[in-house]
């Protein structure tokens, strides 16, 4: 079995696809997908896999998917999509493979993890997050899959606790309506600016945050400006406490609540997918965030963080996972859904062997890193798309 394996798989080209080959990509996908799904509209492919940073990798007439091709027939059997990005361990600069897309459409089994392995060669670290039963069984064929975290840490904080119980205590719970009810915050008046115009502000909080966390993914403004400023789809907006943005910047999107609902307007939830505030003014980037919130009618706000030490950037009073948890207070919102995990998971793989004890460290990394922020308005953009 493993000798006819082997030569299936001598059979199989591995290379990144071509930009001249995006029509091939976009006709893999069509095979498993609705023609509205948003990794196959052009605009897409275009932001998420032209490459953002340069490497020795991936060359000027390459995009950031590795695909398996047989070699006969140059069909497209297998890709991992992935966006080309830096992280830092331990501060030091490092090259980043966070996956979007894993197919295997052939039937050869254990291909696209092949596709996983040779990114991984190239990539000191790849990130996932949001994996599926499929995609984690295929790993664990060849990774340790214990380092998956199977929920990253979600803080929420309830504006508006009417609007809340009503739409999000889905089974309409006594026990989850007093803890809406007993914790609505208090917002205290903030000035606050609000830009997406990337001339406004800079990366000044950078050398703060990499103190804190010098492991993380890259939250340099040259990251920031590309993911959510230039995203083709989602609206983003950046918060700062002054209006040159000198003390911190917050990343946000609105999100309406079962976006494609004609029965429900106008609720909506903050999602805060960055926090990056420079040292002692934590507070009050939190305030202008929340009041940001209140501003725009949201009626609560999430933030979703690995590390452990997120405590230091996003503070009272936001509750905590620990706390909230097993409130089923959705995250998933189009339309809300209760589900047996309470967040998304994430699995990282670092392949230097100096850094062999990486998994032990705390990693710094939000919803934004990868697909989730996507994947969570997936139906939504289906209006965006038509």
Same mark, same amino acid.
């Given at each position: 079995?493993?000798?006819?394996?082997?030569?299936?798989?001598?059979?199989?080209?591995?290379?990144?696809?071509?930009?001249?080959?995006? %029509?091939?990509?976009? +006709?893999?996908?069509? @095979?498993?997908?609705? /023609? *509205?799904?948003?990794?196959?509209?052009?605009?897409? &492919? #275009?932001?998420?896999?032209?490459?953002?940073?340069?490497?020795?990798?991936?060359?000027?007439?390459?995009?950031?998917?590795?695909?398996?091709?047989?070699?006969?027939?140059?069909?497209?059997?297998?890709?991992?999509?992935?966006?080309?990005?830096?992280?830092?361990?331990?501060?030091?600069?490092?090259?980043?493979?966070?996956?979007?897309?894993?197919?295997?459409?052939?039937?050869?089994?254990?291909?696209?993890?092949?596709?996983?392995?040779?990114?991984?060669?190239?990539?000191?670290?790849?990130?996932?997050?949001?994996?599926?039963?499929?995609?984690?069984?295929?790993?664990?064929?060849?990774?340790?899959?214990?380092?998956?975290?199977?929920?990253?840490?979600?803080?929420?904080?309830?504006?508006?606790?009417?609007?809340? %119980?009503?739409?999000? +205590?889905?089974?309409? @719970?006594?026990?989850? /309506? *007093?803890?809406?009810?007993?914790?609505?915050?208090? &917002? #205290?008046?903030?000035?606050?600016?609000?830009?997406?115009?990337?001339?406004?502000?800079?990366?000044?909080?950078?050398?703060?945050?990499?103190?804190?966390?010098?492991?993380?993914?890259?939250?340099?403004?040259?990251?920031?400006?590309?993911?959510?400023?230039?995203?083709?789809?989602?609206?983003?907006?950046?918060?700062?406490?002054?209006?040159?943005?000198?003390?911190?910047?917050?990343?946000?999107?609105?999100?309406?609540?079962?976006?494609?609902?004609?029965?429900?307007?106008?609720?909506?939830?903050?999602?805060?997918?960055?926090?990056?505030?420079?040292?002692?003014?934590?507070?009050?980037?939190?305030?202008?965030?929340?009041?940001?919130?209140?501003?725009?009618?949201?009626?609560?706000?999430?933030?979703?963080?690995?590390?452990?030490?997120?405590?230091?950037?996003?503070?009272?009073?936001?509750?905590?996972?620990?706390?909230?948890?097993?409130?089923? &207070?959705?995250?998933?919102?189009?339309?809300?859904?209760?589900?047996?995990?309470?967040?998304?998971?994430?699995?990282?793989?670092?392949?230097?062997?100096?850094?062999?004890?990486?998994?032990?460290?705390?990693?710094?990394?939000?919803?934004?890193?990868?697909?989730?922020?996507?994947?969570?308005?997936?139906?939504?953009?289906?209006?965006?798309?038509?």
């Amino acid at each position: 079995m493993k000798n006819k394996l082997n030569s299936k798989i001598k059979n199989i080209e591995f290379r990144f696809l071509k930009k001249r080959e995006k %029509n091939i990509l976009t +006709n893999f996908l069509r @095979k498993n997908y609705h /023609k *509205k799904y948003y990794q196959l509209q052009r605009n897409f &492919i #275009n932001w998420a896999y032209s490459s953002n940073y340069k490497n020795k990798f991936i060359g000027r007439d390459e995009i950031s998917v590795f695909g398996a091709f047989k070699k006969d027939t140059k069909e497209l059997y297998s890709i991992l999509g992935f966006i080309n990005l830096k992280c830092f361990i331990r501060k030091k600069e490092s090259n980043l493979a966070a996956s979007l897309q894993y197919e295997n459409f052939s039937n050869i089994p254990g291909l696209g993890i092949r596709c996983f392995q040779k990114v991984n060669k190239f990539y000191h670290t790849v990130l996932i997050n949001g994996l599926n039963q499929k995609y984690k069984k295929s790993l664990s064929r060849f990774y340790n899959v214990s380092k998956i975290i199977e929920e990253v840490p979600r803080k929420i904080a309830i504006i508006n606790k009417i609007k809340c %119980n009503k739409y999000l +205590n889905i089974n309409k @719970k006594q026990k989850i /309506k *007093k803890f809406i009810y007993s914790n609505e915050i208090s &917002i #205290n008046k903030k000035e606050y600016y609000v830009t997406r115009n990337k001339k406004y502000f800079n990366d000044d909080y950078w050398k703060d945050h990499l103190e804190r966390f010098p492991n993380t993914c890259d939250k340099r403004k040259k990251f920031i400006t590309w993911r959510y400023l230039s995203h083709p789809y989602l609206k983003y907006f950046i918060i700062g406490t002054d209006k040159f943005f000198k003390k911190g910047i917050a990343v946000v999107r609105i999100e309406k609540v079962d976006y494609l609902n004609k029965h429900i307007k106008d609720i909506s939830v903050l999602r805060i997918l960055e926090l990056l505030p420079k040292k002692n003014f934590e507070k009050d980037l939190n305030q202008a965030v929340l009041n940001f919130a209140k501003d725009t009618s949201c009626i609560m706000s999430d933030f979703f963080c690995s590390s452990k030490n997120a405590d230091k950037i996003c503070l009272h009073p936001f509750i905590s996972f620990k706390k909230h948890k097993f409130m089923d &207070i959705p995250y998933r919102l189009q339309p809300p859904d209760i589900s047996i995990s309470k967040s998304y998971n994430l699995f990282f793989n670092n392949n230097l062997k100096k850094n062999n004890k990486l998994q032990n460290l705390d990693f710094f990394t939000t919803k934004g890193d990868g697909e989730q922020d996507l994947n969570h308005v997936q139906s939504g953009l289906s209006k965006v798309l038509n």
